[in-house]
């Protein structure tokens, strides 16, 4: 059973624990048994793009775009420097239409390092977005469903999910519930 943890709060310094476990392998119990999920679909929100205005709850009405689509706020990299790249970040930058939008990275794939945080949010940390870290690699830093749900619903522009291992993201975003968000 998940527990529930308050949101990690910013801190720039990689931790000193962190720095100790670079060099162990990734450990978590389920990363034994990913050979069984790997034909598995993991069909994401697959009906956002037949949502209408009429259909999305209210917090998606007030963020749709002309057509009645929720916008998309996602983006992820499979190669973490991507987030430096200046097209990719211009890009991101664009589509959020705000000069400073407010990011949530989400680490899962890099097992929440702190040292991948700091790579991947540079760029929009020099420009002082407002950034907030969503870390649930463990189950004692899973947040409530209600304070996930407020964080990347209702307070995020812009979702940064880091690369790494996709299979251990997806599976714990399944199981936290972060993926129905």
């Known amino acids: 059973e998940?527990?529930?943890a308050p949101l990690v709060p910013q801190e720039e310094p990689v931790p000193l624990e962190e720095l100790v476990d670079l060099?162990?392998?990734?450990t978590a119990e389920h990363l034994e048994a990913l050979d069984e999920h790997v034909e598995t679909d993991f069909a994401i929100a697959d009906n956002l793009l037949e949502c209408?205005?009429?259909d999305a709850?209210?917090?998606d009405?007030?963020?749709s775009n002309q057509g009645g689509v929720p916008d998309i706020k996602?983006?992820?990299?499979?190669r973490m420097k991507a987030f430096q790249m200046p097209a990719v970040f211009e890009k991101v930058i664009e589509l959020s239409c705000k000069e400073q939008p407010r990011i949530v990275y989400i680490g899962t794939?890099?097992?929440?390092?702190?040292?991948?945080y700091n790579l991947c949010t540079k760029a929009f940390r020099e420009l002082e977005c407002e950034i907030e870290r969503l870390d649930?690699?463990?189950p004692d830093t899973v947040p409530s469903m209600d304070d996930m749900r407020h964080l990347v619903v209702d307070w995020a522009d812009v979702l940064l999910c880091s690369g790494g291992n996709t299979l251990h993201a997806l599976l714990r975003w399944k199981e936290t519930g972060l993926d129905l968000l």
């Not at 996602?74 to 499979?78: D, K, M, P, T, V």
């Not at 794939?109 to 991948?116: L, N, P």
């Open 2 to 4: 998940t527990s529930h």
């Open 23 to 26: 060099t162990k392998p990734a």
């Open 52 to 54: 209408t205005a009429e």
């Open 57 to 59: 709850p209210a917090s």
């Open 61 to 63: 009405k007030n963020n």
């Open 74 to 78: 996602i983006l992820a990299a499979g």
């Open 109 to 116: 794939a890099s097992f929440d390092r702190t040292d991948k």
């Open 136 to 138: 649930v690699s463990e």
